[in-house]
């Protein structure tokens, strides 16, 4: 069964989102633990989860992927910033700990001018300081599209984080399309090929989820603008291959394109389609 959907609104709670992702034909999700430009997040109501947790039993649907708020800046060179990253980070932690298994992916940070060394020291300390032995979450460092000072632009940055990780066993990767075709790597020209280097360099089984965003932009731009499905640089016949590449078909698909719910509910009956069950 393909593992597709997209961003949902959280603002309702979880057997809202799960409720609203079976209306879009989805079969699985993403989500902000939080507004996704920072603030607080709601208590979680525990009957509430129960009853998403109830039907997403019923549907057999798998694991959904949390994404951190943008303004979760790990290796920020202010001090409240990084403060907000570690306490936001723990708190969700907690939080994903109410729908045991499932991943909460984030964006590494942009170091801001203090290099990609110090960056990638900031996002492991975060990292170290708030994985635990008893969690059932895992993890997700997202490849990123290298706009301004982002970490996360090459694999090799992935696996540098990966390295200084004590409780490396916690982490994955979420491929996100349209940042590594942004970073410059080809998946429209030759997706083997970029799988291979990350599978050399990372490790495909840290592969856990894929963003799946067309780019406005040309290969290698690291401008990190989204597209629609077939709309953009990367175009519907990568697209195609990408989701059914024996490596990757596995994988929770999620869209994370400029789309209304119309939109998502036609993206994802048309990918469905293009997926050789
Ligand atoms: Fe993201
Ligand atoms: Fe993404
Ligand atoms: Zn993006």
């Not at 989500?31 to 009853?51: C, H, I, M, W």
């Not at 039907?55 to 979760?72: D, F, N, R």
């Not at 020291?121 to 895992?138: G, S």
């Not at 790597?185 to 970029?194: F, T």
Request: glycine fraction near 10%; proline fraction near 3%.
């Amino acid at each position: 069964m393909m593992k597709i959907g997209s961003h949902i609104s959280s603002a309702r709670g979880y057997e809202a989102m799960g409720k609203q992702a079976l209306k879009l034909g989805a079969s699985t999700f993403a989500f902000f633990t939080r507004n996704p430009r920072g603030g607080s997040a709601k208590a979680v109501d525990e009957a509430d989860v129960k009853k998403f947790l109830e039907l997403w039993k019923a549907e057999g649907y798998g694991k959904i992927v949390a994404h951190a708020p943008y303004t979760l800046n790990a290796c920020s060179d202010k001090p409240e910033v990084r403060r907000f990253a570690r306490e936001a980070f723990a708190e969700d932690l907690k939080r994903m700990e109410y729908t045991p298994g499932n991943y909460y992916n984030f964006h590494p940070g942009s170091h801001v001018g203090q290099g990609a060394e110090e960056g990638v020291r900031l996002i492991a300390n975060l990292l170290n300081e708030n994985l635990y032995e008893e969690m059932t979450t895992t993890v997700l460092l997202e490849t990123m599209a290298g706009k301004g000072s982002e970490i996360g632009r090459s694999f090799e940055e992935l696996r540098a984080i990966l390295d200084r990780v004590r409780l490396s066993d916690k982490m994955g990767v979420c491929l996100d399309t349209c940042h590594v075709w942004d970073a410059g790597y080809d998946i429209a020209g030759d997706l083997d090929g970029v799988l291979q280097e990350f599978d050399r360099i990372v490790g495909l089984d840290r592969l856990k989820a894929v963003h799946i965003n067309d780019s406005l932009n040309g290969l290698e731009s690291r401008k990190d603008r989204h597209a629609r499905i077939g709309e953009g640089c990367i175009g519907l016949e990568a697209f195609v291959r990408l989701i059914n590449h024996p490596a990757l078909r596995e994988l929770p698909f999620i869209l994370e394109t400029p789309n209304d719910d119309a939109g998502w509910t036609r993206e994802i009956a048309m990918l469905r389609e293009a997926y050789r069950e």
